[in-house]
């Protein structure tokens, strides 16, 4: 199975501060990474596909990069409601497993 | 509106078996890959299953393998999740998700969540 570490595992910044969290498969994933941000109580949300298209309706402020087994996620300016958990997942092959979860604070 | 809803959840024994539904509004399933993803209490997202636009391509994690099918009733536009043999580390809350229609896997559609605990 293919791993994915996140890091870090949690980070507090103030508002408006560029947050970047990392992605790192176990193995070459290509592009095949999604994005999604978990409110708590909440099903999680898609924000980022194919390691970096913005997914319709979601903010510029977040944004995708990356390829092969490392990947950066990034809050371009941290907003109130960006405190969530956040998570990569590969689906190069199944099972289509997620990273660990980052998750984001307010300072 | 395009939604999902997830039903069926609830406590059961250990060694017990449970199905649980994903119906679907505003939205024809047999158009999308659909997936379950599960949550234990505290911990982070698991892929479960999915099955594709056809139903030709059915897939699950290895903890659930043997233990947990997925079907569909395309009349009533639902998906459901046959659990059988449940186990204390089945306790999750579970969601079904509808893969994004280019790729198949980004969810970007997502059910409200069903919680399943699995203890006597």
């Known amino acids: 199975d293919i791993q994915m570490t996140q890091s870090p595992s949690s980070l507090s910044a103030s508002v408006g501060d560029r947050v970047t969290i990392t992605c790192q498969a176990s193995?070459?994933?290509?592009?095949?990474l999604n994005w999604y941000q978990q409110k708590p109580g909440k099903a999680p949300k898609l924000l980022i596909y194919?390691?970096?298209n913005l997914e319709t309706g979601v903010p510029s402020r977040f944004s995708g990069s990356g390829s092969g087994t490392d990947f950066t996620f990034t809050i371009s300016s941290l907003q109130p409601e960006d405190i969530a958990t956040y998570y990569c997942q590969q689906y190069d092959n199944p099972p289509f497993t997620f990273g660990p979860g980052t998750r984001v604070d307010i300072k | 509106e395009v939604q999902l809803e997830e039903s069926g959840g609830g406590l059961i024994q250990p060694g017990g078996s449970l199905r649980l539904s994903c119906a679907a509004s505003g939205f024809t399933i047999t158009s999308y890959w659909m997936h379950w993803v599960r949550q234990a209490p505290g911990k982070g997202l698991v892929w479960v299953s999915h099955?594709?636009?056809?139903?030709?391509?059915?897939r699950f994690a290895d903890s659930v393998k043997g233990r947990f099918t997925i079907s569909r009733d395309n009349a009533k536009n639902t998906l459901y999740l046959q659990m059988t043999s449940l186990r204390g580390e089945d306790t999750a809350v579970y969601y079904c998700?509808?893969?994004?229609?280019?790729?198949?896997?980004?969810?970007?559609?997502w059910g409200q969540g069903t919680t399943v605990t699995v203890s006597s």
């Open positions: 194919d390691a970096s």
């Open positions: 998700g509808r893969g994004l229609v280019t790729t198949g896997y980004g969810m970007d559609v």
């Open positions: 193995q070459d994933i290509t592009n095949y």
């Open positions: 099955i594709d636009r056809d139903g030709s391509t059915i």
